[in-house]
């Protein structure tokens, strides 16, 4: 038996349940399991919840539907940042703390609402002042400092679309994405902390700004005091910006349907798309999950891990936590700096009541250790959550008992860049957990798991994860390609959208779910499509075709695989290996470097000239092949295995 089918069967037998904690459920936001049948009336549902956000103009039609584009909360007008910043003034909480952040070095910063409204209006008046309008892209690329959610925040202000680029992508990613979009101003650091040591934002910036023709003005904010290049006239300092701001900018009336930000994620293709989400739709969506799913409450001081540069950084670091006036922990640097226990050092340091993070996270901890956490006091704590990937029972038992102690219930939370808001996920007060189950659909969002033809398949047998109506915060488009949002969601299985996962229902209604299902690489919850990759590869002067494919990791989930041919008269040496590896991180960045490179004199393809990457998994995780009757010349195989076994 394969160890794939191995881990569904682990997966199968796992039953059992936690339920939860009585003085938990007894308080719980979510403590009436009525919210489920609530929620069956979908537009009563997210109207009752739309209704708690400020309006300057309350919506006409809460959902227009035309298969299969939506539209929410037509004709309400809003700002997002005067519902994460203004409404919150004129209550207590314009003395409660908004952001608590800590630095790698140690260093500290905590914001209140009213300091984080100052900072965010002065901000937003500095973009105004370089004609930033309306609809404008504005670049984002900055490490976890608070200036990230500031000037995300002041971008939604003034109405501009921001378009957030992970700090660890590569100086060409940073290019490309800001040439798909048309960016006109590119926010950035002089640098960030990671492992110790100095990440060069500001260098990257400028390798990219080389080639990025609508940027007119880059700001910089200094984060590490290293030198950097300021272009005259076109480079400014944050601060010099900002110690001659405005203290008050006025929040744009926003459309509900106007674009918000845009995120980039990988494919199937070698080119990352642009998702697209609007205003109201996302912001209800969020607000809504954060406060049933993670049980928010005034007291709590809340610490979901990702990096802001992420869609789980956007949702539910800024977006969903702080339009429910939540204290939000923001932490820059690495989880194992300077020891692996810094996680736990910060839980104890500030209280953390609430901590969301990635399975990949969780079984490096086991790897380290139980002594760890066991040294710092996690009392505090009295929910956890993971997102990113399916959690293995083991690891998700580890956090139960070490880090939650066996009082915390922990949320399993299923969703996408492209969903924007949590889909799939127990909702703590209510849920008996299953190890490793996602639990089902929020209320007011329906999914199935369907065949090919999207025929629903009975319980406990695998199929495609679909979503069945329309959410608010799902995505609108791709940016400057709405074909490619049409065919890629809604015509592969026609009627649903298409989420790219497969999973299985048992016989409780428990959704569990068994990864993607196309040419995308889940590498510690993050997103890598194999196209991207090998693009990266072909780029390399040396090399003739490759093809990436993914095998297990134990702490990675997956790691990338590539098997390559080189073009004549190239000599294939672990040297070439390492710089294909090399190449690799400068064209897309560190996530996407490839854990091994296979050279082989040929590939398998298909007599239609398709590789067949299913092989290459099945050799790469020494699996029996599959059916290999389509490939064109049988011998490749044999090659490939001894390739293989050569370098493995
Ligand atoms: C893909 C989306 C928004 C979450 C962060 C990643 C996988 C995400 C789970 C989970 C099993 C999960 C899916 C999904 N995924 N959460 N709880 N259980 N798989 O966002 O980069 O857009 O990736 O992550 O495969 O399609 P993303």
Redesign the pocket.
């Known amino acids: 038996m394969s160890k794939d089918t191995r881990t569904i069967e682990a997966l199968l037998k796992e039953n059992r349940t936690f339920p939860p904690p009585p003085a938990f459920a007894a308080v719980a936001n979510a403590r009436d399991a009525g919210i489920y049948k609530e929620g069956e009336d979908m537009e009563k549902f997210w109207a009752r919840e739309a209704a708690q956000l400020h309006w300057f103009r309350p919506w006409d039609r809460v959902l227009e539907w035309e298969y299969p584009l939506a539209w929410w909360f037509n004709g309400g007008t809003l700002n997002v940042s005067y519902n994460c910043l203004d409404r919150h003034l004129e209550t207590w909480r314009r003395n409660k703390a908004a952001l608590i952040w800590e630095g790698e070095p140690g260093d500290s910063v905590v914001l209140t609402y009213r300091d984080l409204y100052r900072e965010v209006n002065k901000f937003a008046a500095c973009l105004r002042s370089l004609g930033v309008r309306r609809n404008d892209r504005v670049t984002i690329y900055l490490p976890m400092i608070p200036e990230l959610p500031i000037a995300m925040l002041a971008c939604t202000r003034i109405g501009a679309v921001h378009n957030v680029v992970f700090g660890g992508f590569s100086a060409a990613a940073l290019r490309d994405r800001i040439n798909d979009i048309g960016a006109k101003v590119l926010i950035t650091a002089d640098g960030g902390f990671r492992k110790g040591r100095v990440v060069a934002l500001k260098e990257h910036a400028d390798t990219a700004l080389a080639e990025t023709p609508t940027i007119e003005k880059v700001i910089v904010t200094k984060r590490t005091g290293e030198r950097v290049n300021m272009q005259p006239g076109r480079d400014l300092w944050w601060h010099e910006l900002m110690a001659a701001a405005p203290l008050y900018t006025p929040p744009e009336h926003m459309e509900a349907e106007d674009p918000l930000f845009i995120l980039h ?2 494919g199937t293709t070698g080119k990352p798309k642009g998702v697209v989400h609007t205003t109201a739709g996302y912001l209800v969506g969020v607000t809504t999950t954060s406060r049933y799913v993670f049980d928010l409450k005034d007291e709590d001081v809340y610490w979901c891990t ?1 990096d802001i540069g ?3 950084g956007h ?1 539910y670091v800024v977006y969903g936590p702080l339009a429910n006036g939540a204290t939000v922990l923001m932490y820059e640097g690495s989880p194992d700096y300077p020891q692996p226990d810094r996680y736990w050092q910060i839980i104890e340091k500030y209280g953390v009541t609430i901590f969301y993070t990635a399975p990949t996270a969780i079984r490096s901890f086991m790897r380290a250790g139980p002594a760890y956490p066991a040294r710092h006091d996690l009392s505090s704590l009295r929910l956890l959550g ?6 293995n029972p083991e690891a998700w038992m580890w956090y139960y008992n070490y880090i939650g102690h066996r009082r915390c219930p922990i949320v ?8 924007g808001m949590i889909l ?1 996920t127990p909702l703590p007060g209510l849920t008996p957990l299953k190890p490793g189950s ?1 639990f089902r659909p929020f209320p007011g969002v329906e999914a199935a798991v369907v065949d090919d033809r999207g025929e629903p398949v009975p319980p406990g047998k695998g199929g495609y994860l679909v979503i069945k109506k329309p959410w608010p915060a799902m995505m609108r488009t791709i940016f400057n390609d709405p074909e490619r949002y049409v065919n890629q969601y809604w015509n592969r299985i026609p009627g649903y959208y298409f ?3 497969g999973a299985r229902v048992d016989e409780d209604g428990y959704f569990w ?1 068994l ?2 299902v196309d040419d ?1 690489i ?1 590498v510690s ?3 890598i499509g194999t196209m991207e990759v090998e693009s990266a590869l072909v780029d390399h002067p040396d090399v003739a075709e490759a093809a990436v494919i993914s095998r297990e990791h134990e702490i990675k989930g997956q790691a990338i695989v590539a098997f390559v041919t080189v073009k004549d008269g190239v000599e294939a040496t672990p040297r070439l290996a390492q710089e294909l590896k090399e190449h690799v991180v400068q064209k897309i960045g560190a996530l996407a470097r490839p854990e091994a490179i296979f050279f082989t004199a040929e590939l398998p393809k298909t007599r239609s000239g398709k590789i067949m990457r299913r092989l290459l998994r099945d050799i790469a995780e020494g699996r029996a092949l599959g059916d290999t009757s389509t490939l064109a010349d049988p011998a490749t195989v044999a090659k490939l295995k001894a390739a293989y076994a050569e370098e493995a």
């Open positions: 994620t990988s990702a992420w869609i789980t949702s993971t997102v990113g990937e399916p959690i399993d939370t299923w969703w996408q860049t492209e969903t799939i996602a989420t790219g996962d779910l990864g993607r995308v889940n919850g993050h997103r």
